[in-house]
């Protein structure tokens, strides 16, 4: 399977069959806590990774009843097909959750999804206020949500809560499954301290892991294991919270630095869709004042003024601390602050925006 990564040069991904399907298959049974009745939808492409390993081989592998649906995700017709084919396990994408959100709660609230009985969520870290909507609006406030983090070369999920097990923290992916080492680590590969962030790295070999990237064992050296010897390295940035549980910060190459600290676009975005008044916010860059504050960009124009200008402002320099304050707001054309992920998890950014686990 071929991916581009954050280098724009597309690299094929070599699994081969024994560990591709013992890791996508053992994760599907775990992670889902797979039952014989259980009706199972993975709302992505086929052609992503996710649908090869979490629409095809895991579930086939397991004799999984699964929903498989092509096309757009129209209002009320996701959950139509929850209430029609009493669709029990529900993996979608972050992207698709946050475009349901602008919708209204009114629309799934018409429909009935009590078969409903776990979530999922896949290809970027979710953030808090996406995940307790999901929860409470999708999941009726009973269904455990799994945040998984893994990507195209690990084959498999690596990360995730377990249900019935882990007791989740909205936009945690919490720690890695049994028989995964990982580990967050300084620039000179030490492990930090509960309580710090750094690179995001795997110890020891797991099943579904790449071999190799096609036709080039040297870039497959280079790319994944020259940083620190032994260490699986593919670009991802995390923190540890107090408790040690892993929080994801997506690329290492896409941060901004403010005042010398290092922030992650993520945990930007975050802090911006937190205040009601900047729910609809997108992270963006600009020059800023000599303190290194930027611009952020948002969907509406009205909201760009007085007295919620100031409220938006001052909730992010709450959530995040004063040196993160946005300097200034502008409302970009419609097009340029449009995501560049479809509701159905398939990616179509250029391949230097891609993130986590994406073609």
């Known amino acids: 399977m071929y991916t581009s990564g954050s280098t724009g040069k597309p690299k094929g991904i070599l699994h081969t069959t024994g560990g591709y399907l013992v890791g ?28 090869h390993s979490y629409m095809v081989y895991g579930p086939l592998a397991n004799g999984t009843t699964q929903v498989m649906f092509e096309g757009t995700p129209e209002k009320g017709r996701w959950w139509r097909i929850i209430q029609d084919y009493k669709v029990s ?27 409903l009985r776990l979530l999922g969520s896949v290809g970027e870290p979710i953030n808090p206020e996406a995940y307790v909507w999901y929860r409470t609006v999708i999941g009726g406030d009973r269904c455990p949500v799994v945040d998984t983090w893994w990507q195209t070369e690990t084959g498999q999920i690596l990360i995730s809560p377990l249900p019935g097990v882990t007791a989740g923290k909205p936009g945690s992916a919490m720690k890695a499954l049994p028989g995964i080492v990982t580990d967050v680590v300084d620039d000179d590969a030490n492990s930090v301290p509960d309580g710090n962030g750094g690179y995001l790295v795997l110890r ?3 099943p579904a892991m790449l071999r190799t990237l096609w036709g080039d064992d040297q870039r497959f050296i280079d ?7 032994g260490l699986y390295f593919a670009g991802d940035g995390a923190k540890k919270d107090d408790d040690g549980d892993i929080w994801l910060l997506g690329r290492v190459d896409d ?32 020059r800023g004042r000599d303190d290194g504050s930027g611009r952020v960009c948002l969907r509406d124009p009205a909201r760009v003024r007085g007295r919620r ?14 040196r ?6 502008t409302a970009p054309d ?25 073609p």
């Open 255 to 286: 941060v901004m630095n403010v005042s010398g600290h290092r922030l992650s676009t993520t945990e930007i975005e975050s802090a911006l869709v937190s205040p009601r008044e900047g729910r609809r916010g997108r992270r963006g860059r600009g």
């Open 24 to 51: 996508t298959s053992f994760t599907h049974w775990s992670v889902f806590d797979l039952k014989d009745d259980d009706v199972y939808w993975c709302t992505a492409d086929v052609g992503w990774i996710t649908g």
């Open 89 to 115: 396990i529900f993996y979608t994408a972050p992207t698709a959750i946050r475009t349901f959100m602008k919708q209204g709660r009114e629309i799934p609230d018409a429909y009935d999804m009590s078969s």
């Open 204 to 206: 020891e070999p797991w």
């Open 309 to 322: 200008r100031t409220r938006h402002r001052r909730g992010t320099a709450q959530a995040r601390g004063p």
């Open 223 to 229: 790319t994944y294991w020259s940083r620190w010897p």
């Open 334 to 358: 419609h097009d340029r602050a449009r995501t560049a992920q479809d509701p159905l998890g398939q990616d179509h950014a250029p391949p230097a925006q891609r993130r986590r686990g994406e």
């Open 324 to 329: 993160d304050r946005p300097d200034r707001q």
